[in-house]
């Protein structure tokens, strides 16, 4: 055997497994530019089993920023924020933010978790979920239930299109706090002004389909809601559960796999209450490192599953294997 059939033989024997994500197609294009990338592929997917849950990623897009010292530790020093990357083999000057809404096919019901930043997002190449859908063999009329963790931009942004809703046979489940605080008209005139608009325009003309849940309600059985409150006023994360495997979808409780995970009381630009933030992230993360239990975090990286282990100040993220082909 030759050394291109030995290596043809190699190819094929590699694109065996049937889980698998597109980021490992991207590898094989030669794209010029990141713009290319945006409209040449599908957004990258993810997909595996919890029990009889099947759970699907997608990448709503990724957007590059400096200074993450202005983002991440910002009761910190850039000094200390720029070592802790360093340390983690990280650039000190810039970071990646990732956007990744989940569905869930229960078998009863397709829950999407979360809409990310739709046509506000495109001219940037963001705004990608239906497109990720789509690819992935999902309509937007499949969706039976959109789950609302909380209502900042990046999270509502999808819910319409062209000023009509975006999944038009879903009914919407919500934390009660959080939709209580962006309607109230008692934002007007304050820093969260301009998700009070968002909101008005967005989320509220669904209000007459919409469910609204505490701590500890279910969105439907095996979904359970979880406050966690500090990110925004009324964040919620939920449980998944079936068959005796459990995932959690963390939300934004920690927006950065470094910096917010192994610096939990480090300060987060976007958190609102920041002191509630810290103490819901150290309550988050030390249940899922206790119960070792497996999350999907919206803000970490791509395809944003993994666990985490207590490293002295936090918690070290480690990155979804095989565990759920098994």
């Given at each position: 055997m030759n050394r291109r059939m030995l290596l043809g033989s190699a190819g094929v024997a590699l694109a065996a497994p049937t889980i698998m994500t597109r980021a490992a197609m991207a590898q094989t294009a030669t794209p010029q530019t990141s713009m290319d990338i945006n409209h040449a592929m599908p957004p990258e997917t993810h997909r595996f089993k919890v029990g009889q849950f099947e759970v699907l990623v997608v990448k709503d897009g990724a957007r590059a920023s400096d200074a993450p010292q202005e983002t991440f530790g910002t009761n910190q020093s850039p000094e200390d924020v720029g070592a802790l990357l360093e340390a983690n083999f990280l650039?000190?000057?810039?970071?990646?933010n990732s956007f990744a809404p989940v569905l869930v096919n229960t078998g009863s019901d397709v829950i999407l978790f979360d809409t990310g930043l739709g046509e506000a997002g495109r001219a940037?190449?963001?705004g990608r979920l239906s497109e990720g859908l789509t690819a992935a063999g999902y309509k937007p009329e499949d969706v039976t239930i959109v789950v609302l963790t909380h209502?900042?931009?990046d999270h509502i942004g999808g819910l319409?299109?062209?000023g009509k809703p975006a999944f038009p046979n879903a009914r919407y489940v919500t934390g009660q706090t959080e939709y209580d605080f962006w309607v109230d008209p008692a934002r007007v005139g304050t820093p969260?002004?301009?998700g009070h608009k968002g909101v008005l325009t967005n989320v509220q003309p669904l209000a007459d389909k919409m469910t609204f849940i505490g701590d500890g309600q279910e969105v439907v059985s095996g979904v359970t809601g979880m406050a966690a409150f500090g990110h925004s006023p009324g964040h919620m994360i939920y449980r998944l559960e079936s068959e005796g495997r459990q995932l959690?979808?963390?939300a934004d409780t920690a927006n950065h796999f470094v910096l917010s995970l192994q610096r939990p009381d480090w300060e987060v630009r976007f958190d609102m209450d920041k002191a509630a933030a810290?103490?819901?992230r150290k309550k988050v993360f030390d249940m899922l490192a206790t119960d070792k239990l497996a999350f999907i975090g919206y803000h970490m990286p791509f395809p944003a599953t993994g666990y985490v282990e207590k490293l002295d100040q936090g918690y070290r993220f480690v990155p979804k294997a095989y565990q759920f082909d098994l």
């Open positions: 650039p000190a000057n810039g970071f990646v940037n190449g963001l209502m900042h931009g319409m299109e062209g969260a002004e301009g959690v979808l963390t810290a103490a819901s």
